[in-house]
């Protein structure tokens, strides 16, 4: 195991948090330069709440009645934008958390082709699409054990941008792949549904059944909390779901068998923390933006009070551990939610909490949720309603449920309109973030997101480009450049290699794979690479180490 991470650097935290209105004042991008507790490796524990505005972690502190544990380690604010656009998409935004590089729209782990955003420095058009390490990546080169963990598809742009490489987020076949042969040793979400060939909408079209390639590689395959729990193997993929994971005020009487996500994240930990070189883990709440595109103010509590239970699961192991970094952030805005509507224009300073939170604390259900118990015929309405918390109907309104082509959102309207709560849009916001960070070398202060991977190489010991250069090799120039003639074979166009031939040598590199076939005197033997191989569509890209293979 490579040991250069292990840093011998003191523990000084920062207890208080930074006020929401010191982030106006201009804070600087600094960093505690703190010593480690003790002579132990580091780790890191990266959590990201998708879709979060300021104003869902206000009503749920609100609707909780009590302080956040994310409260506590408030240092700061983040940028969020990409490198087109102020309101970003998660794919980029995934990437700038990840790599430290700014992307565009829809893209995953791969430079961007377009850079108009002012500030941003433009890229070579030789190098769009061109794959660039993440800190996961980062973290495997130098002995760590790694995880992902998401309450979506684990194939979800967000989890993707920290574990794969693609030029769009749709691409789950890409995704999938790369992230099954990453070697990661704890992957824990949903998303089963495109490991395999079969009829679902995202199952494998290219013929390999990925289950058994985690089978052959040893993990412990579990597909329910007590699984989960029960599990002793230090490496462990957890698919509990075909798509993605329950929300968490549904989870009980939908899908019991599910594990939370902060029953997720102490697993993951647990596990991770075992290994003598140190871990990084990534943590997703995903859902807290699909509630925010829906304008589901029930759905956004659930899973910002679900997330914000993961996160005290990280800061309790870090500090108690000393040598962790725990960053909480969102991606980005969502919905522009305001507790405070067209209801409340002339009358908002008379307005007590209750009148926001009382509505809200009848519903038991998100909209989702609850529309899983209706009848196909809407005879139960009225029933389905009260669980989302409408009770009162009055006759019209229930009519105007039934009736409704629009049923989901007419019941998320109805509610928040009951508790004041305002919406701007169904879709992405632009403002920054809050940044939430705890122990040695936290990041604080008013932050680009393109800071938060390189504040995380920097404290793991390790240099993002240097670990791109080292994986990301452009394969045709680099092996004409040694001699040899190539070619792309798409014989197969689900799955293309890359082949590289010199005298009797033929190395073929597959695609999204860490395996190269090599051929030599008639001889075929097989050899596993560092990282992945890469295809943008038009280069393929490989690490390093497949240059020497003829060797």
């Given amino acids: 195991m490579n040991q250069n991470m292990k840093k011998k650097t003191a523990g000084i935290t920062i207890a208080a948090a930074v006020a929401f209105s010191s982030l106006s004042l201009g804070l600087h991008n600094t960093s505690t330069e ?27 502190r609100w609707y909780k009645g009590n302080d956040l544990a994310m409260d506590e380690i408030l240092v700061g604010g983040m940028k969020t934008h990409s490198a087109e656009s102020a309101i970003t998409d998660s794919a980029p935004a995934a990437t700038a958390l990840a790599t430290g590089n700014k992307s565009n729209d829809k893209v ?16 070579d058009p030789a190098d769009a699409y061109k794959p660039v390490a993440n800190v996961l990546e980062g973290a495997q080169m130098l002995g760590k054990a790694t995880g992902i963990i998401s309450t979506s598809e684990i194939q979800h742009a967000t989890p993707a941008g920290f574990s794969a490489h693609a030029t769009h987020r749709s691409n789950y076949q890409d995704i999938a792949e790369q992230q099954v042969y990453q070697g990661i040793d704890v992957v824990l979400g949903g998303g089963k549904q495109s490991l395999a060939p079969g009829t679902a909408k995202n199952a494998r079209v290219d013929g390999e059944n990925l289950l058994d390639v985690i089978d052959e590689n040893g993990y412990d395959f579990v597909e329910s909390k007590d699984e989960l729990v029960n599990s002793t193997s230090d490496k462990l993929w957890g698919a509990f779901a075909p798509s993605a994971l329950a929300y968490d005020f549904d989870r009980e009487t939908t ?37 925010a595109h829906g304008n589901d103010t029930i759905g956004i509590i659930s899973d910002v009070l679900a997330f914000d239970a993961a996160v005290k699961e990280a800061i309790d192991f870090a500090k108690a551990d000393g040598n962790t970094m725990v960053i909480a952030v969102s991606d980005h805005g969502n919905s522009g939610i305001t507790m405070g509507n067209e209801n409340t224009n002339s009358n908002y300073p008379e ?3 209750s009148t926001y939170i009382d509505p809200l604390k009848k519903a038991t259900m998100t909209v989702e949720g609850a529309l899983k118990s209706l009848k196909p ?20 309104e229930l009519d105007q449920l039934k009736q409704s082509k629009s049923l989901q959102a007419d019941m998320a309207h109805m509610l928040a309109q009951r508790a004041n709560i ?17 122990g040695p070398s936290k990041p604080s202060g008013l932050v680009d997101n393109t800071d938060i991977a390189k504040t995380m190489a920097k404290f793991m010991d390790f240099d993002l480009k240097k670990t791109s250069d080292e994986l990301f090799v452009n394969a045709k120039q680099a092996f004409e450049q040694k001699g040899y003639s ?24 597959p695609i999204n794979k860490n395996i190269a076939h090599i051929t030599k ?29 003829s060797k």
């Fill in 422 to 438: 305002g919406y701007s849009t169904s879709g992405h916001t632009g403002e920054d973030v809050f940044l939430y960070a705890y």
């Fill in 351 to 353: 307005i007590p909490v």
């Fill in 255 to 291: 899908n019991p068998e599910q594990p939370s996500l902060a029953d997720m994240t102490k697993k993951g930990i647990d596990t991770l923390s075992k290994d003598e070189d140190g871990f990084f883990l990534f943590v997703e709440g995903s859902k807290v933006d699909w509630a």
């Fill in 34 to 60: 703190a010593k480690n507790k003790k002579d132990e490796p580091t780790n890191v524990i990266m959590m990201v709440m998708d879709g979060t505005s300021a104003g869902a972690t206000t009503l749920a």
């Fill in 377 to 396: 015929d809407r005879s139960n309405m009225k029933k389905a309603a009260e669980l989302y918390g409408l009770d009162d109907l009055t006759d019209q």
């Fill in 486 to 509: 190539t070619r792309i074979d798409v014989t197969d166009a689900n799955n293309p290699v890359f082949i590289a031939e010199k005298n009797k040598i033929s190395i073929e590199l």
């Fill in 521 to 549: 005197n008639n001889k075929i033997s097989e050899k596993t690479l560092k990282g992945v191989t890469v295809y943008n569509g038009k280069d393929f890209y490989v690490s390093k180490e497949a240059l020497n293979l």
């Fill in 108 to 123: 995953i782990g791969l430079l961007p082709e377009l850079v108009n955003t002012p500030g941003e420095d433009p890229v």
